[in-house]
């Protein structure tokens, strides 16, 4: 591989972490208000695909970029930005979405060594489910604990972390897994198209 072609894939991977920024941002503005100030959107949708499409290491960059840049106090957040982040209880979430692309990044990987034809596309799909449903997990494990952590610490709320768990039920945890599903049909597709490109 010439030296112009690495210039040329990282050219790319850099553009598409650029673009993962943004879209993960617009999907934080597509939101919809919950009880308690808390806020549902479709930010775990690009979360996935990041992981999916750029793998763990540029999954994770982007996820990371954007994170930093919502503190450093750019609007790019459900509800706004700056450091004052840290403090709310979802905030974790935000950890997580970083160890999620990471992770389900790496799951593709490992799960997709082997190709299959056409004839394997619901394989093809379960392994990409396999790997969402893992970003979903650390997603939530990352905002569960903090979530519980948070209340203690800054808030002194004391509330048991089952009680942490059920606040995830009935609207995030199904949604999400909903997106799970989509990540999965989309992303195959997607990986695809960018190969050929």
Known sequence: MSVKTVRSIK????????????LTAL??????PLPFGNYYSLQFLFVLLAGILLGPYYGALSLGLYVALGLMGFPLFAAGGGIAYVVKPTFGFLLGFVAAAFVTGTLVQILTKHRFSASHRSLLFLQYLVASLGGLVVTYGFGIFYMYFANHAFLGIEVPLWG???????IDIPCDAVLCVVAALLGPRLASLLKRR
Do not use: D, Q
């Open 27 to 32: 999907g934080a503005r597509i939101n919809f």
């Open 11 to 22: 050219s790319r991977e850099i553009a598409l972490c650029g673009l993962f920024i943004a």
């Open 164 to 170: 942490m768990v059920l606040t995830c039920f009935p």
